[in-house]
Nanobody, 126 residues
């Protein structure tokens, strides 16, 4: 059973920071890509960042230079460090992993993922 559990969301002022965590099973973390996605009210789910089993990282243009994805194999956790947050970053954030391995360059496409966490709310507001 593949399980992903997000945590770390909350309310933060513009310009602030948050670190999201995604706890995963060891097998999933070792062999699969992990992606972070977000969905704002009335909008489609969009890819934010992904990290492959080999450690390659990818970012949406909207978050490049502000967000950093990383993983800790000992803690079996993938992190999303979010700095310089903007109101338009407000969304429910999900971590996910594919059912089968996917090419590194397709890690930001939600349709490639089959297992999802429950999501964590991030609100950026003054």
């Amino acid at each position: 059973q593949v399980q992903l559990v997000e945590s770390g969301g909350g309310l933060v002022q513009p310009g602030g920071s948050l670190r999201l965590s995604c706890a995963v099973s060891e097998f999933t973390l070792r062999y699969n890509t992990i992606g972070w996605f977000r969905q704002a009210p009335g909008k489609e789910r969009e890819g934010v960042s992904s990290i492959s089993s080999a450690g390659s990282t990818y970012y949406a243009d909207s978050v490049k230079g502000r967000f950093t994805i990383s993983r800790d194999n000992v803690k079996k956790t993938v992190f999303l460090q979010m700095n310089s947050l903007k109101p338009e970053d407000t969304a429910v954030y999900y971590c996910a992993t594919p059912v089968r391995s996917i090419p590194d360059g397709l890690g930001l496409l939600a349709s490639n993922y089959g297992y999802w966490g429950q999501g964590t709310q991030v609100t950026v507001s003054s």
